[in-house]
């Protein structure tokens, strides 16, 4: 990693030429004047994951590897504890409605309203863990040069063509009164279209992976200033 040049206090930014002072000590993460980039990012679990959680719905500038690895490590960890957690209680609620006088109390209609209703809740937590992984997905792209549409190229071509595969290959009640295929050449078109869709999605998403392990680019780019590699 490039050693960042000491700045006596007071300093001047390399870039601006203003003085600036020291943070306690430390150099400013930014310039207060041309907002240059003079301190690496904190690359820790909890600054990670706190950098993804304050940039929640930001899809412009960069994310470092750390950022990315940490915080899909973290969405994995929580969304498997609380899947556990959840078919934990759902079984109580079950066993206590069998074997306990709680289904006297308790009609088997409301149980089942309160069995959805968690199940309604661990899908909204999910959902606002699996919003900072597109998000982040998308600065990492950028912080590797690469364009942020890779993502959405991605889950629409998987997806779609899995969609699209389904939906031609779902057998159709004919008039003679047997299962069978259609004739006509639609749904033949259509998983065809269904392949290549697939076959592209798989590929985008492989290259996405792929670009996810590679380096910061040192220095700034279109996308904006490296946090890793702040002076190139």
């Not at 870039?15 to 003079?38: A, K, M, S």
């Not at 600065?139 to 590797?144: A, E, I, K, M, S």
């Amino acid at each position: 990693m490039t050693e960042l040049p000491p700045i006596p206090s007071p300093g001047h930014c390399p870039t601006c030429q203003q003085e600036v002072q020291l943070d306690n000590g430390q150099l400013p993460e930014r310039c207060p004047f041309c907002h240059r980039v003079w301190r690496p990012a904190d690359t820790g679990f909890l600054s990670c994951i706190a950098a993804s959680l304050r940039q929640y719905f930001k899809l412009s500038g960069r994310a470092t590897r750390s950022e990315f690895w940490w915080y899909r490590l973290f969405d994995w960890g929580a969304s498997t504890i609380l899947g556990f957690v959840v078919q934990i209680i759902a079984g109580i609620i079950a066993t206590a409605a069998v074997n306990s006088h709680i289904s006297d109390r308790l009609s088997p209609a409301a149980i089942g309203i309160g069995t959805v209703i968690l199940l309604i809740v661990y899908l909204l937590i999910m959902l606002a863990l699996f919003i900072p992984c597109l998000t982040v997905t998308v600065r990492r792209l950028h912080d590797t040069g690469a364009s942020g549409w890779w993502l959405p190229l991605s889950l629409i071509t998987l997806y779609g063509g899995a969609m699209l595969i389904c939906f031609a290959s779902y057998p159709l009640k004919h008039s003679h009164g047997y299962e069978g295929y259609s004739t006509g050449l639609i749904y033949p078109i259509l998983l065809c279209c269904g392949i290549v869709s697939l076959l592209i999605g798989i590929g985008t998403t492989i290259y996405i992976i792929v670009r996810m392990f590679f380096d910061s680019q040192r220095g700034p780019n279109k996308y904006g200033p490296s946090a890793k590699y702040p002076l190139g």
